[in-house]
């Protein structure tokens, strides 16, 4: 799928998603868990910090591609998690966002029974999470404050003047 799916931008903040991630611990709170699986690579900033919040030690990943910035491809598993994991059981099972669900129906499959979370959610993917903090449109591309850079903003009158 391509890029221009996409009619809006949501830009989030570091003291953004580190609120929201609170907020979803302070749901998942007093549920314990053996472990964090976090999807890579989104998943492994809120997975560090649910991590800090819910004091869990043990952390593994899922390494799955599939996104070329906003172009969609082919997904790929490139590296599996530790079998110990089983079929989730007892496991919180991490990522940044769920867009059109198609890594996260992936990688429910091989993990049915963990509790899946993400931070944020658009519609088609949203049925296949068990909790997530902040719901926005299909149409929406939600800009990650590592994908973004402080930088000069002109003065309003300048930009005016120009047209
Ligand atoms: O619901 P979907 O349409 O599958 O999209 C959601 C996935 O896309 C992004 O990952 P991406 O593939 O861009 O890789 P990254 O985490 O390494 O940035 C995001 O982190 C989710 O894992
Ligand atoms: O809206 C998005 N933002 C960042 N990465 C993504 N990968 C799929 N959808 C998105
Ligand atoms: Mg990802």
Not at 57 to 81: A, C, E
Not at 104 to 121: D, G, M, Q, S, W
């Amino acid at each position: 799928m391509s890029a221009n799916r996409y009619r809006k931008d949501f830009s989030i903040t570091w003291d953004q998603i580190h609120r929201d991630t609170r907020d979803l611990c302070a749901r998942l709170y007093p549920r314990e868990f053996k472990g964090i699986i976090a999807i890579t690579r989104g998943g492994l900033i809120p997975a560090g910090l649910i991590a800090r919040e819910l004091n869990v030690r043990w952390i593994d990943t899922i390494s799955v591609t599939s996104y070329d910035h906003m172009n969609q491809g082919q997904l790929n598993i490139i590296k599996p998690f530790d079998p110990v994991v089983g079929d989730g059981e007892g496991y919180l099972l991490v990522d940044d966002l769920v867009d059109t669900g198609k890594t996260a129906r992936a990688v429910r499959e091989l993990l049915p029974k963990a509790c899946f979370v993400t931070i944020y959610a658009k519609p088609e993917g949203r049925p296949l999470v068990d909790e997530c903090i902040t719901e926005v449109d299909q149409d929406t591309w939600i800009q990650f404050p590592w994908d973004m850079g402080v930088s000069y903003v002109e003065p309003l009158v300048d930009q005016f003047n120009k047209d």
